[in-house]
């Protein structure tokens, strides 16, 4: 029987993914995965003067809802309260504009990966 990557795997894999994305878009890298007490963040990353606050999301097909809509507002609030934290404890980003954006993929009739990039998909 054939083994099935887990979770994490897969989600890793697009997260690479959506990263490749976003730095062929022009954005910096600052850091992935960044946890706390309070979330965690998939990606942070400059776009010129602004700082992003990244969720990716993946889904494979869309019975259960698309990846935007599985951004529900409990999982925007858990990303904005763990943005605090990262900025106070990266004084140097504090006065930064700051953006939360999506990225959603999903995997059209052919298997290849669709990327839609929502800028500043919520705000407090």
């Known amino acids: 029987m054939p083994k099935h990557p887990d979770s994490n795997a897969i989600g890793q894999h697009y997260e690479a993914l959506a990263l490749q994305f976003l730095q062929d878009k022009g954005l910096k890298l600052l ?44 999982k925007q609030q858990r990303i904005l309260k763990t943005a605090a934290f990262y900025l106070s404890s990266h004084v140097k980003h504090q006065q930064d504009f700051c953006r939360f954006d999506v990225i959603a993929i999903e995997l059209d009739s052919s298997q290849q990966a669709q990327y839609h990039w929502l800028k500043a998909a919520f705000t407090e």
Do not use: W, Y
Request: aromatic share 10%; glycine share 4%.
């Open 31 to 74: 850091e992935s995965n960044f946890h706390c007490r309070l979330g965690e963040i998939d990606l942070i990353m400059q776009d010129d003067q602004t700082l992003c606050f990244i969720e990716v999301r993946f889904r494979r097909q869309k019975k259960f809802g698309s990846a935007m809509e599985s951004i529900t507002r409990p």
